[in-house]
């Protein structure tokens, strides 16, 4: 199983949907779950940590299911700046810096 | 500008050849790391730096890759006879981690080719 696994889509959504996408991981051990964006030939940006209890911020509400070992995103009321690369990072080893593993992104497309 | 700053933003070079790159984080950031990315992938992490000291390291580091973070602040990536395998966006990302919450802030990337 890969450690950090994502769907690497492309995801073509009209604006104004709601989209959804998971991010499974192998370690039940770890701790720490974010969501980076990346556009197309720039840098990863923190889009928002992942809790326990799950957390929303503006459109957008990340939520963890331990149980299951994966993570979610949602966006609601899309948007065509939207368009991006959706990365899943998970500490997997609970602690140490190298134990930050990417997924290889879903790849989201908000067409109008 | 008071983000990750990462020179060059692109190096050419021929095979066999050094390169070195610079990143220069975020001020008060302890954390330093290198990344590499190519198409399609996501960030492999190489290494990191807590304050000067090289912590912790990737076994895709080879020993042609070497990282150096002398006082603390600017880290330096060398890739010593470059391979064709070695082309990629090497990313640097600082953090000052607060209970363990490990929020990466990137810079824009050096892309390597290597002809």
């Known amino acids: 199983r890969k450690e950090v696994e994502q769907d690497p889509g492309p995801f073509n959504v009209p604006e104004g949907a709601t989209v959804a996408f998971n991010c499974t991981y192998s370690?039940?051990?770890?701790?720490?779950f974010f969501w980076y964006r990346q556009d197309c030939r720039k840098e990863p940006k923190l889009l928002m940590s992942v809790y326990s209890s799950g957390n929303e911020d503006g459109r957008f509400t990340a939520q963890l299911n331990r149980a299951s070992q994966y993570i979610s995103l949602l966006i609601r009321d899309s948007k065509l700046s939207d368009s991006a690369t959706y990365l899943c990072?998970?500490?997997?080893?609970?602690?140490?810096?190298?134990?930050?593993?990417f997924g290889k992104g879903t790849h989201l497309i908000i067409q109008p | 500008d008071t983000g990750v700053s990462q020179n060059p933003r692109h190096k050419i070079t021929k095979r066999g050849q050094n390169v070195t790159f610079r990143c220069d984080p975020i001020s008060e950031h302890n954390r330093l790391y290198w990344y590499r990315q190519t198409l399609g992938q996501g960030p492999e992490f190489l290494t990191y730096?807590?304050?000067?000291?090289?912590?912790?390291k990737s076994r895709l580091l080879s020993d042609r890759f070497s990282a150096e973070r002398p006082k603390g602040s600017f880290s330096t990536l060398e890739i010593q006879r470059t391979e064709q395998g070695d082309s990629a966006m090497y990313l640097c990302?600082?953090?000052?981690?607060?209970?363990?919450?490990?929020?990466?802030?990137f810079g824009s990337g050096t892309q390597l080719s290597v002809l």
């Open positions: 730096f807590q304050n000067e000291a090289q912590l912790e």
């Open positions: 990302a600082s953090s000052f981690p607060r209970t363990g919450n490990e929020k990466l802030f």
């Open positions: 370690n039940s051990a770890s701790q720490s």
């Open positions: 990072v998970v500490n997997l080893s609970g602690g140490g810096a190298d134990g930050l593993t």
